[in-house]
């Protein structure tokens, strides 16, 4: 079975700071990793994604995720916040067998302030 | 590309009463999925087809919910008799089968949020 873990259920953080969200898996195998965000009263946007090579991976509005196979996690950073990164933001995770079923951790809100 | 489209957006119903949700998919898209997004349980998957076939449907909480998809441009999920605590938003999503070139992202449809009363 996969599982995805998203410990924090808000994260706030200033204007102009670097942010992280923190994401651990479990998958039997190597993972295909995902993030996701959701902005109010809409569905979910692809952001990035993990599938091989390099273990820093880059994606959509300066995000950026780095895949940690030792520490099993895929913490989503981005080095200057936005208030418009203010969101919903889900880590997805499938494994290789899995056909595409992904599971999704519980989410995690970030709330940057000016 | 016109994007997941789903109706409606909102639906208002009464305890009892049957509820239909409508998915039009990506065109080409070979995956259909169903999410229920409530904020005790976060984002369920509750069934997803390949190719209009029922591929995985133990998300489904109950006989009162059924899904069905006629063909590739469309799918349906059925609540009858809706309750309460039926009450969340509900996510359609679509995607391409998993290949070496398309990792299969799922692409999400706005939504329809459901208020059983």
């Known amino acids: 079975a996969q599982s995805v873990a998203q410990p924090e259920d808000q994260v706030n953080v200033a204007e102009g700071n670097p942010l992280t969200v923190k994401c651990t898996y479990s998958?039997?195998?190597?993972?295909?990793l995902f993030w996701y965000v959701q902005y109010p009263n809409r569905g979910l946007q692809f952001l990035l994604k993990?599938?091989?090579?390099?273990?820093l991976v880059k994606g959509s509005y300066g995000f950026e995720a780095e895949f940690n196979k030792s520490q099993t996690s895929f913490h989503l950073k981005k080095p200057s916040a936005l208030v418009s990164d203010s969101a919903l933001y889900f880590c997805?995770?499938?494994?290789?067998?899995?056909?595409?079923?992904?599971?999704f951790g519980g989410g995690t809100r970030l709330m940057v302030k000016p | 590309d016109a994007g997941v489209i789903q109706s409606p957006r909102h639906e208002v119903t009464e305890m009892g009463q049957e509820v239909t949700l409508r998915c039009k998919p990506i065109?080409?898209?070979?995956?259909l999925f169903w999410y229920r997004q409530t904020m005790m349980r976060g984002l369920e998957l509750l069934i997803y087809?390949?190719?209009?076939?029922?591929?995985?449907d133990s998300g489904m909480p109950e006989d009162r919910f059924s899904a069905k998809m006629p063909n590739a441009s469309f799918s349906t999920l059925k609540i009858q008799p809706s309750e309460p605590r039926d009450s969340a938003v509900y996510f359609c999503?679509?995607?391409?089968?998993?290949?070496?070139?398309?990792?299969?992202?799922?692409?999400f449809g706005e939504g329809s949020r459901l208020t059983v009363l």
């Open positions: 997805a995770v499938r494994a290789r067998n899995a056909g595409n079923m992904l599971t």
């Open positions: 998958v039997s195998g190597n993972p295909y």
């Open positions: 999503a679509s995607s391409k089968p998993w290949t070496l070139a398309n990792t299969g992202e799922l692409f």
């Open positions: 065109s080409g898209h070979d995956y």
């Open positions: 993990y599938i091989t090579g390099d273990n």
């Open positions: 087809f390949n190719n209009n076939v029922p591929i995985d």
